[in-house]
């Protein structure tokens, strides 16, 4: 079991940036693949970046490609989402999870969710 808790969100002007992280209890947590999703009002979930296990291998959506920065630190079970050159687009709630399997970009690979935290970008 791993428990997820998101920080860092808040109320930013277009062009800023701001740092989530996202803290997991249990001693594992250097098994667990993470990824970031975001969810916009009346929108689906969407997928926004993930790293592999040892923090080897990241993906990202082409939306946040080249703005946004996953990273973990395994002796603090905290993995980061650096957020720069926030769009107004960018607005959501955002949520880690953890995967037990390998990365993936869908939701529906990964099995623990946080409870997310909020962005919102003002233009």
């Known amino acids: 079991q791993v428990q997820l808790v998101e920080s860092g969100g808040g109320l930013v002007q277009a062009g800023g940036s701001l740092r989530l992280s996202c803290a997991a209890s249990g001693r594992t947590f250097s098994s667990y693949a993470m990824g970031w999703f975001r969810q916009a009002p009346g929108k689906e979930r969407e997928f926004v970046a993930a790293?592999?296990?040892?923090?080897?291998?990241?993906y990202y959506a082409d939306s946040v490609k080249g703005r946004f920065t996953i990273s973990r630190d395994n002796a603090k079970n905290t993995v980061y989402l650096q957020m720069n050159s926030l769009k107004p687009e960018d607005t959501a709630v955002y949520y880690c999870?953890?995967?037990?399997?390998?990365?993936?970009?869908?939701?529906?690979?990964?099995?623990?969710w946080g409870q997310g935290t909020q962005v919102t970008v003002s233009s």
């Open positions: 790293i592999s296990w040892s923090g080897g291998s990241t």
């Open positions: 999870a953890a995967s037990m399997g390998i990365v993936v970009v869908t939701p529906r690979g990964y099995d623990y």
